[in-house]
């Protein structure tokens, strides 16, 4: 699903960023929503010719802009700044601190589009700003978990309720591994075929722990056990035992698990009394790093297998 779009307003108080901004004029468009990421520079409209304005987009107003908005009669520059301020202009934004004219702030007021000013250049302020829209702007959703970084492999941990998602992934942190989110992963796409999955606000650092309680794992095990956030590489299921179901013995055959559209190599394991289930997540990992370098263990046996019957049925001895 796609989280909700930012506003003006969003962009205005936003620190994470350091985008500078502050508010010159339009105070009535502050809860304008910003539905793409795409900024532009308004060039020929400030001309009057608006064939190619966007006005769903940030508008961006460099030294270019207003010295030649400066440079014209006034009756002009107000004549076509009102025609651009006809359009619902979601925002303008000046950079370089410089003071817009007043017919612009004149317009923006009475149009109720928000004016902004930033100190950045304009490469700098569309490069933040963009940033900003493109973090906010992603697909987002959630999934009832644990993600852990195992050797620098994000592993999502999945399973019912109490079925030992947390008390496995304490037992990873314990081993030195980091804890990224416990019992709700908030996962967002940030590119065509990545994830990056992290922890709501609320839950950061924390872990339930059943009969123990809630845990805060920086506090306990220090900064080395957490991550804020990691890119997932390793989707894990655990399932409970059931005596009569088969399970993959060999693993030949790779599964996927697919989340907003992404795929990720899928492991369904069986949780039975006994089986250490953190040394199977860690054997997984390290697994998961060696098919990225092109060795998959299976198809190796396999394929020595098929060797050696066929050297039985040829007479031929195969080491």
């Known amino acids: 699903m796609k989280q909700c779009s930012p506003t003006i307003e969003d962009l205005l108080h936003d620190s994470e960023y350091g985008l500078d901004l502050t508010l010159l004029a339009g105070e009535r468009g502050l809860g304008n929503r910003i539905e793409t990421p795409r900024i532009q520079k308004p060039g020929l409209a400030l001309?009057?010719?608006?064939?190619?304005?966007?006005?769903?987009?940030?508008?961006?107003?460099?030294?270019?802009?207003?010295?030649?908005?400066?440079?014209?009669?006034?009756?002009?520059?107000?004549r076509h700044l009102d025609k651009l301020c006809a359009f619902p202009v979601i925002c303008f934004v000046t950079t370089m601190g410089l003071e817009p004219p007043g017919c612009l702030v004149r317009a923006a007021n009475e149009a109720g589009i928000p004016l902004l000013r930033t100190h950045h250049l304009s490469s700098n302020c569309i490069s933040l700003v963009?940033?900003?829209?493109?973090?906010?702007?992603l697909p987002i959703t959630h999934a009832q978990g644990v993600?852990?970084?195992?050797?620098?492999?994000?592993?999502?941990?999945?399973?019912?309720?109490?079925?030992?998602?947390?008390?496995?992934?304490?037992?990873?942190?314990?081993?030195?591994?980091?804890?990224?989110?416990?019992?709700?992963?908030?996962?967002?796409?940030?590119?065509?075929?990545?994830?990056?999955?992290?922890?709501?606000?609320?839950?950061?650092?924390?872990?339930e722990i059943r009969g123990l309680g809630i845990i805060n794992i920086k506090?306990?095990?220090?900064?080395?056990?957490?991550?804020?956030?990691?890119?997932?590489?390793?989707?894990?299921?655990?399932?409970?035992?059931?005596?009569?179901q088969e399970y993959d013995r060999l693993g030949i055959d790779d599964e996927t698990y697919t989340i907003l559209e992404v795929g990720f190599p899928y492991l369904k394991i069986p949780v039975r009394f006994g089986r250490n289930l953190t040394s199977i997540i860690e054997v997984a990992a390290r697994n998961f790093l060696l098919k990225g370098m092109g060795y998959h263990s299976a198809r190796e046996f396999d394929e020595r297998l098929l060797a050696r019957m066929e050297s039985c049925l040829t007479g031929d001895d195969v080491e």
């Not at 966007?54 to 520059?77: F, K, M, N, V």
């Not at 080395?224 to 997932?232: L, M, N, T, W």
Request: proline share 2%.
């Open 130 to 137: 963009t940033k900003f829209l493109e973090e906010r702007l």
């Open 219 to 244: 506090d306990l095990f220090g900064i080395s056990a957490i991550r804020e956030k990691k890119i997932i590489n390793l989707v894990i299921e655990l399932v409970e035992w059931e005596p009569t």
């Open 147 to 207: 993600l852990v970084d195992v050797f620098g492999v994000g592993v999502l941990i999945l399973g019912k309720s109490g079925i030992g998602k947390s008390e496995s992934a304490l037992d990873l942190v314990i081993r030195g591994h980091r804890l990224v989110a416990d019992d709700i992963v908030q996962i967002r796409k940030r590119s065509a075929a990545a994830l990056v999955g992290s922890a709501s606000e609320t839950l950061q650092f924390r872990m």
């Open 47 to 78: 001309t009057g010719y608006t064939e190619h304005l966007h006005p769903d987009r940030i508008q961006i107003l460099g030294s270019t802009e207003i010295s030649y908005l400066r440079q014209l009669p006034e009756e002009t520059a107000c």
